[in-house]
Every structure is written in C-alpha cells, then in structure tokens.
T-cell receptor, first 114, second 111 residues
Framework: AQSVTQLDSQVPVFEEAPVELRCNYSSSVSVYLFWYVQYPNQGLQLLLKYLSGSTLVESINGFEAEFNKSQTSFHLRKPSVHISDTAEYFC????????????FGAGTQVVVTP | DGGITQSPKYLFRKEGQNVTLSCEQN?????MYWYRQDPGQGLRLIYY???????QKGDIAEGYSVSREKKESFPLTVTSAQKNPTAFYLC??????????FGSGTRLTVV
C-alpha cells in the first residue's frame, strides 16, 4: 500500500514570493506521482505528473515538481505566485502495478495575499 | 468538449433516506472512481470500477453502493446505513497512467 504525507496544512505567502509545498510518500513498489489543484467548491484539476523519465516536471502555469526517489519526495514549487494561485493543492501517488488507484495526501491550503 | 458531469451540485438528505449521486463521463475512460472529501482529510476512496459490470470497494465503502451498467455512468447511492454522510463527493475517471479527470462535485448535507 502507498501513503502520502503533505507536511504543511496551510501555507500563507505574499504575491510574487516563491512557494514550496512539501510532499513525501511511502511505497514498497514503483510509483507514479501527481499534483492536483482545487479551487473552492470545484473538482480537482491535474497540475503535473511524474510517470517516468526526467525527474523534474513542469506545468504550463509556472509550477514545477521534482521526484526524489532516495528521499521519497515530490515537492511542488513556484518561483513567483499570483493571487489566483490561492487554492488547495493535493499530492497523490499510485503504484505502477495498481492501475489508476490514487492515494491522496490531506492537502495544503495556499493563501496568497497582496 | 469531453468531461465528467456530476449532478446535482447540492443535495439535501433527510435522516434514514437513500440518495443517489449521478456521474456521467464522455471521455471513453475505462475506470471510474468515487471519493469523499472532508475538511483536513483529503480524499478517501469509496468505490472504483475498472470495467463495466465490475467494481471494488475502496477504503470507506460501508454505507455506500454503486453500479456500473454502462461505461459512461457510475452512480453512487448513499444509504441510510451511512451514519455521517455530510461531505463533498467527487467522481473521477482515468486511463492507464494518465491521472484522473474529476467532476465538479456534489455537496451532500443531512438535514
């Protein structure tokens, strides 16, 4: 079985400052890793994913995450946030041999203030 | 445009009543899922289905039931046996290795 720990439940940050959301996972088998974003009263949207290959993955809106196998981490970063980045962010993991079944972290609420 | 439609957006249930949440997708995805979201607890898997006419229990299946008679549809029934049903319910679908596409959710409240 897999588990995901998001180390921060809430991260306040000023506009145009950098942000890092921490995610650690545990698994006895190879995994796929995902970050999702949720705006209030909406479903989750896929932000980025790591399936294989380069350990650094990027999204179209400036977020990036790096898969670190030795530290079992998949931290999410953005060098400069906007007010519109205020949302809840979820890290998720699935075993490569259990097709589709995702295990989610508890979420990190990002609040961006001017 | 392809996507997942959940209905209704808001639902109120009386004590002892069964209610059914609808989930329809036109993405031609094989797998579909139901998650429950409570504040501070992330998403917990209720049921999932990887093919038509087959489904498996997730981590918190007690008090819920599902059916998968068509590839496009995966309705969730919250039965009277579910003692604390007030939550935000999310449906999702996926293809192998591709991550999920989520619906916009149904907020269920017991009155």
């Amino acid at each position: 079985a897999q588990s995901v720990t998001q180390l921060d439940s809430q991260v306040p940050v000023f506009e145009e400052a950098p942000v890092e959301l921490r995610c650690n996972y545990s698994s006895s088998v190879s995994v796929y890793l995902f970050w999702y974003v949720q705006y209030p009263n909406q479903g989750l949207q896929l932000l980025l994913k790591y399936l294989s290959g380069s350990t650094l993955v990027e999204s179209i809106n400036g977020f990036e995450a790096e898969f670190n196998k030795s530290q079992t981490s998949f931290h999410l970063r953005k060098p400069s946030v906007h007010i519109s980045d205020t949302a809840e962010y979820f890290c998720a993991v699935s075993a490569t041999d259990s097709w589709g079944k995702l295990q989610f972290g508890a979420g990190t609420q990002v609040v961006v203030t001017p | 445009d392809g996507g997942i439609t959940q209905s209704p957006k808001y639902l109120f249930r009386k004590e002892g009543q069964n209610v059914t949440l609808s989930c329809e997708q036109n993405l031609n995805h094989d797998a579909m899922y139901w998650y429950r979201q409570d504040p501070g607890q992330g998403l917990r898997l209720i049921y999932y289905s990887q093919i038509v006419n087959d489904f498996q229990k997730g981590d918190i299946a007690e008090g819920y039931s599902v059916s998968r008679e068509k590839k496009e549809s995966f309705p969730l029934t919250v039965t009277s046996a579910q003692k604390n049903p007030t939550a935000f319910y999310l449906c999702a679908s996926s293809t192998s290795g591709g991550g999920y596409t989520f619906g916009s959710g149904t907020r269920l409240t017991v009155v």
